[in-house]
Every structure is written in C-alpha cells, then in structure tokens.
C-alpha cells in the first residue's frame, strides 16, 4: 500500500497511495457525519501537480504577502517604523480610548522571558534582506519589521492573553520558509509574507508562546506584495482567534490589534477596482506556528534538504510533544492495521510515526470541533495546517447561518468548493496524506505507519464527531438515522444551524406532547415552512422525543448540559462587517464589545439578545457572507 504522491514528478521519490484505501477512509468519513447525498464530492486522491506552477498571492492567507504593491507608490519619508507600535505597548501608552488596559498589565516587553528556540536550533538563511527569491536549507530568514507607520491606535487587546503570556526582543525576528499545496496543486515556496516572529516568551507556568505580527512589512517570502495587512481583515482574524479559543476550539490567539495610520491598496474582489483601505497589524500568539507546508518545502528540495525535515520534526517533538521522546519501551502502543494484511505498527519503536499518529489525531479532533459549531475555514491548504492540531491563519472563514452542507465563505473556492463545509473531514485526510508523505520522503516513517496515521484520523474524527453530535442533541447514545434526518431537514429548509442547537434544548421529552404543539419551541427558526416540510418535522421532533424519553435525564439538567455544547453567540460574518463597518470610520467600540460578547458563547448574556440574530438581508451581499482572500 503507498502513499499519496503530492509534489512534482521531478520529485518521484514519493510512490502513491492506493486509489481504493484512500476513498475507502474518505467514504466512511462522510458517512459519520450524516450530511446530505447532494453534498460536493470529496477531492479526488490524485493530483496532477504542475512543477512550474506559481499561485497568485492574493490566493493565499495567514503569514501570506499581502496585496500587490504598486510600483509608483510615493515614498512615506514621515512615517516611522512599526518598532513604535512596540514601544507604545511597551511603555503602556495606549491612550484613554483603550478603556483600561493598562492598568491591568504588570510587565512591559523587556521584563518578559524570551527566548529563542526556533532560531538557536534550526539552519537559518545566511541573508537578511527581503529581496523576493528562493530560501534554500533554512527554516527562517531574520527580518526586521519595517511597516511604516503614523499616529498608529490600539483597537483592542485581549486580556486573556496578555493574562497567559504573564505579560525588546531586538535581536533574532524572523520570518518562517514553507510550502504548501493550495487548492489541492503544489505551489511551491509560500514563507510567511507579511508576518514576522518576534520571539518565544516562557510564562510564569513554564510554557512557551511564539509572539508574531502580521501585516509588519516586506520578507523574502512576500513576492511581488507589500507584505501588509488591512484592517478589515486584520479584525476578523483578532475577533475569530479568541471567539474560537471562548468556544473551546484549538487555535491560535490574538494579544492585541494596531492600526498603523496609513492605507494599503487592496483589490477586494479582484476585479480590477482596487481601494485604499486602512491599515494594521495583528500581535497573532501560538506555542508553535509550524505547518505541514513547514516539512513540505524541505521534502520537496530532495535529498539534500531532508535532513532538514528530520531536524524540524526533532524540533518539534522535543519542544510540543516531549512525551513522544519521554515515551517508555514497555508501554503498549502497538497496534492492527486496517489494511488488507492487517499488520503491526509498533508506536514505541519510532517516534516518528507516533508523532504523524498523534498530529494526524489532533486535526481530527479539530476538524471535529468544527463541523460541530458550523465553522468553515474557507482556506485549508496544507501551508494552513498547524502541526498541533489547531485553527490558523483566518481569511474568508465563515460560520454557517442557513444550513448548506455546500457551503464556502471563500470567492476563489466557488467554482469547485473544494473547501465547503461538507468537505472538510476529506480535506483533513488529504492534508494528513501529504503530511505523512512528506516524512515518509525524509525517511522517518514507513508507509504502513503512514496509512495508519492516516486510518488514525478517520477513527478519531468519527469518534469525536459522533459524540459531538451526541451532545447537541442531548441523546443517551449517537443515533445515526436520527442525526442524519435531522441534517437533511435542515439542509432542504435552510435552517439557521446556531439557533436550531440552541433552541432544541427547550424541546420536552414528553411523548405525549400534541402534535400541534411540538415544533412550538423551534417556531423562530422553521420559518415559511410549508405543510408536507412541517409534516417532516414533526415526524423527526417524535422519533427525537422518544430517544430523549429512554435517556431517563430530567429536561432541566439536559438543557443545561446541551446548552453547554450549542452556544448562543458565534462570531457570524454580518456582526463582524458591522464592527468593521464602524471602525473603518474610526469607532472601534463594537470590536470591543463583540471581543466581550464572544468571550461567553454559551451564556444567555441578557440584553445581548441582538448578537444572536438571524442575518439581516444584507448579509447575504458578496464581501459579508462570502469574502475573497484580499486581506
């Protein structure tokens, strides 16, 4: 059996996964979370991969290089560096439109506890400059941050963060190398940008944070771009970084949010009409920004650089899975495959391949996580996979509002939707192919233990998705026929997905509830339904109420316990354009209060109720419901 072939054929060292193994994983996938039969078709296992073939910047998100830069640009000679943003946080001078931040935070930058790991034990680039080009046998270049800036205000600061960092790395910022596959084609080098890494702070319980700002100007990753960012699209990925974490959802987090006082040229739609819009920088914080695009880019250089593959996985498992190298001989790790000869991958005998296994089972817990909230990444591209297991890099994500299994919030994805909601599971399993090429290329794994890691994350997201789904619905045990009803009729009548969940709770388990009066606690979401649609539902709330009568839990403590799965508040687009909307104009108050909503999705918050509604007509315009990748 072999793995999936993912770079160009001048790198034919990768032998292909079977055909049949890989849609036999892909079918079950899609089976487990009982969407619809008119949901897309999963990718197909085979690509065809261009060796020339360069992505367009604007395609890209995360550390990705910004807009295109113009070429008769005037020269900002008054403008001053992006270290002043810096020494504004440092010196705590955030101004009395900053609420009271800074009252609440003890340290200022040079009291922290940086450190470099990252830099100390990985090959960097000989070079500093940010002239465009190819990084060869490096995992970084040294940057220094160069936006330019002007009267720059702090729009929001997270205090949770700032909170877990235990809150002037002058020397060792950097910009990371990385490749990927975007859109399912290898695209060659991608490197963050427009983000630079300021450093790793140690915090009073010993963890280590990576610092980085996105959108602080030009690297030799960002091409032909300015390496900037808007701050349209800098809220959303603040806002959606601490909704995700309040949601309980692996992700990166977000400190804080600068405006830089100048404006950057952006093409929204790609359509030939670019606009100035307002610029700023993200303070992005995660123990790790490594990608699988990260391992990639070295595997795809040949032998001479799978050295490197080898030492950033080393890297990574002495520094975020040091339990892989604690692991003892004598624990019982080995395990049957699932293949046709059904053989033993022994997990104590090469860290390695207990490391694909354990990666390959956090994105499916993740990717789990969020078919469960009805998030859609919109850009899953494996330079956008973390290697911990959690959600990065947020351009054109979308929560879902109507049910549509169809559904993408990216403009680029529609022809083919590729990265719709549906699809998640099976892009996930493409991902974690690539990935276990990727080191079975430098070596480090056999294909056995590949397509166990692969097997591994279909397990773990059936397991994770079912009871999920479980929980929702507050069943006693998953009922599958039950669920996947459920999703076809809320599919066909486009329900609202977020307050469906929530409102389902003040469902009885009375069987002997009238007829007419069963869908009475749902009536705010099945709107204009028709009689032979209503019939359907009061088929399904009958079957849902004797499953929920045989679990003998009183109603009381299965809406408390359901409700505790099925938030109230999710950061939708439309609440999002609104605070954009307004901070564009220079009011960044209703980025502040959604930061404060979306700290407490699962609570009623009471005169909050308006953050919780149904979109209005214009949400559903292009640039609110579905955006593109210009950021």
Request: aromatic letters at 10%; glycine letters at 8%.
């Amino acid at each position: 059996m072999k793995l999936l072939s993912h770079f160009s054929p001048k790198n034919s060292s990768l032998s292909p996964l079977s055909a049949p193994f890989f849609s036999a994983l892909s079918f079950r996938l899609r089976r487990s979370t009982g969407f619809p039969v008119t949901s897309p078709s999963p990718p197909p296992p085979y690509i065809s991969v261009s060796p020339s073939l360069s992505c367009h910047v604007s395609s890209r998100t995360g550390g990705g290089a910004g807009g295109v830069v113009s070429m008769d640009s005037p020269s900002l000679d008054l403008a001053v560096s992006v270290d002043s943003v810096a020494r504004d946080l440092k010196n705590q001078s955030l101004g009395s439109d900053a609420g009271d931040y800074s009252k609440r935070i003890g340290l200022k930058l040079e009291d922290i506890n940086w450190d470099h790991s990252f830099v100390r034990e990985l090959p960097g680039d000989p070079r500093t400059d940010t002239i465009p080009r190819e990084v060869l046998h490096a995992c970084y270049t040294k940057v220094l941050p160069s936006a330019e800036v002007e009267n720059p205000q702090l729009v929001a600061w997270s205090e949770s963060v700032a909170e877990l960092l235990g809150l002037d790395p002058q020397d060792l910022p950097y910009a990371q190398c990385y490749g990927g596959h975007q859109f399912g084609m290898w695209a060659g080098q991608l490197g963050d940008g427009r983000a630079i890494t300021l450093g790793e702070i140690i915090n009073s319980k010993s963890e280590r944070w990576e610092l980085q700002l996105k959108g602080a100007g030009k690297t030799p990753y960002s091409r032909f771009a300015d390496g900037l960012a808007v701050l349209r699209s800098s809220i959303r990925e603040f806002l959606c970084s601490e909704a995700m974490h309040s949601l309980g959802i692996p992700t990166t987090r977000a400190l804080c949010l600068v405006t830089t006082g100048k404006y950057v040229t952006r093409d929204m739609f790609y359509d030939g009409n670019p606009k100035e819009e307002p610029g700023a920088i993200v303070c992005r914080v995660s123990q790790s920004f490594l990608r699988f695009g990260s391992y990639q880019i070295h595997a795809s250089r040949g032998k001479e650089d799978l050295g490197i593959v080898r030492a950033l996985a080393d890297y990574a498992i002495r520094n975020h899975f040091p339990h892989i190298d604690n692991m003892s001989r004598s624990e019982s790790l080995s395990f049957t495959t699932g293949d046709e000869d059904h053989s033993v991958v022994d997990l104590t005998s090469n860290k390695y391949a207990a490391w694909v296994v354990e990666v390959a089972e956090r994105t499916a817990t993740l990717i789990a996580n969020w078919q469960g909230v009805g998030f859609t990444h919109g850009v899953l591209n494996t330079d956008n996979m973390s290697i911990l297991g959690l959600t990065i890099d947020y351009g054109p994500f979308g929560f879902l509002d109507a049910f549509d299994p169809s559904y993408t919030p990216n403009t680029t994805d529609l022809p083919g939707r590729r990265y719709c909601f549906a699809n998640q599971p099976d892009i996930g399993l493409w991902n974690i192919a690539q990935f276990a090429s990727t080191l079975s290329a430098a070596q480090l794994i056999n294909d056995k233990e590949a397509n166990y890691a692969m097997e591994r994350y279909g397990t773990k997201f059936m397991d994770e998705y079912q009871a999920i789904m479980t929980k929702k619905l507050g069943l006693p045990k998953y009922n599958k026929q039950l669920i996947s009803k459920l999703l076809n009729n809320m599919a066909v009548d486009k329900v609202d997905y977020t307050n469906f969940f929530r409102l389902l709770s003040n469902i009885k388990a009375n069987p002997s509830i009238p007829e007419e009066e069963l869908l009475v606690p749902l009536k705010a979401v099945l709107l204009d339904i028709g009689k032979e649609r209503k019939e359907a539902w009061i088929s399904w709330a009958k079957s849902y109420i004797e499953e929920l009568a045989s679990g003998g839990i009183s109603d009381e403590e299965r809406k408390v316990s359901m409700n505790a799965v099925n938030p109230k508040y999710v950061l939708r687009n439309y609440l999002c354009q609104s605070a954009i909307d307004a901070a564009e104009l220079g009011d960044f108050g209703e980025v502040r209060s959604l930061l404060k909503i979306m700290e407490r999705p699962y609570d009623e918050q009471p005169g909050m109720e308006k953050y919780a509604r149904l979109p209005p007509a214009w949400a559903y315009r292009p640039g609110v419901c579905m955006l593109s990748c210009s950021s």
